[in-house]
T-cell receptor
Framework: AQSVSQHNHHVILSEAASLELGCNYSYGGTVNLFWYVQYPGQHLQLLLKYFSGDPLVKGIKGFEAEFIKSKFSFNLRKPSVQWSDTAEYFCAVNRGSTLGRLYFGRGTQLTVWP | GAVVSQHPSRVICKSGTSVKIECRSLDFQATTMFWYRQFPKQSLMLMATSNEGSKATYEQGVEKDKFLINHASLTLSTLTVTSAHPEDSSFYIC??????WGGGKETQYFGPGTRLLVL
């Protein structure tokens, strides 16, 4: 069974629409959570991360994510997307005891139409 | 920000040959590097964890004799695909974890990936 689930495989939006990408994980215990973005032809870049503290984390380019421990979720949001946000988005989880190893969801392809 | 490079960016080889992929952290020391494999339209699958000066730790199902990993220095890890076969064709990505003192909220920085095609 997949341990990190991204529910949406492909999301298509118009510019200025709001975005929410789901991510759920199935590990118990301490986790660190990440969202990475992969623009076409480029390598993975960190969007934001959560280790502890405020469950609402803000990242680059206007993205934010909320950690809801009771739901094992870490959904990514952006109030108004732009054409340049077209990319693949990956949720990743590091289990606290695994020395940095990241486990990725299968990714969500976001296409934003101008 | 931290930069990780991979070389080559793409390689085509004949079945049965071995291919070496290099992963370098350019402006920081990486105590740990990770190797991933990504199939089209699928997620990154962690293959192994490479610690400088010690043997790599492989994920379940990954053949350590097939995918040889060497982490000889704090800035270089290599992945050698031995006796490559067409089913080994994939996108191989490395990441490096920055060395941090006092515990820490370290982040992995990813390389651009290497596209391997085995004919």
């Amino acid at each position: 069974a997949q341990s990190v689930s991204q529910h949406n495989h492909h999301v298509i939006l118009s510019e200025a629409a709001s975005l929410e990408l789901g991510c759920n994980y199935s590990y118990g215990g301490t986790v660190n959570l990440f969202w990475y973005v992969q623009y076409p032809g480029q390598h993975l870049q960190l969007l934001l991360k959560y280790f502890s503290g405020d469950p609402l984390v803000k990242g680059i380019k206007g993205f934010e994510a909320e950690f809801i421990k009771s739901k094992f979720s870490f959904n990514l949001r952006k109030p108004s997307v732009q054409w340049s946000d077209t990319a693949e988005y990956f949720c990743a989880v590091n289990r606290g005891s695994t020395l940095g190893r990241l486990y990725f969801g299968r990714g969500t392809q976001l296409t934003v139409w101008p | 920000g931290a930069v990780v490079s991979q070389h080559p960016s793409r390689v085509i080889c004949k079945s049965g040959t071995s291919v070496k992929i290099e992963c370098r952290s350019l402006d920081f020391q990486a105590t740990t590097m990770f190797w991933y494999r990504q199939f089209p339209k699928q997620s990154l699958m962690l293959m192994a964890t490479s610690n400088e000066g010690s043997k790599a730790t492989y994920e379940q199902g990954v053949e350590k004799d097939k995918f040889l990993i060497n982490h000889a220095s704090l800035t270089l890890s290599t992945l050698t695909v031995t006796s490559a076969h067409p089913e080994d064709s994939s996108f191989y990505i490395c990441s490096a974890r920055a060395r941090m003192w006092g515990g820490g909220k370290e982040t992995q920085y990813f390389g651009p990936g290497t596209r391997l095609l085995v004919l």
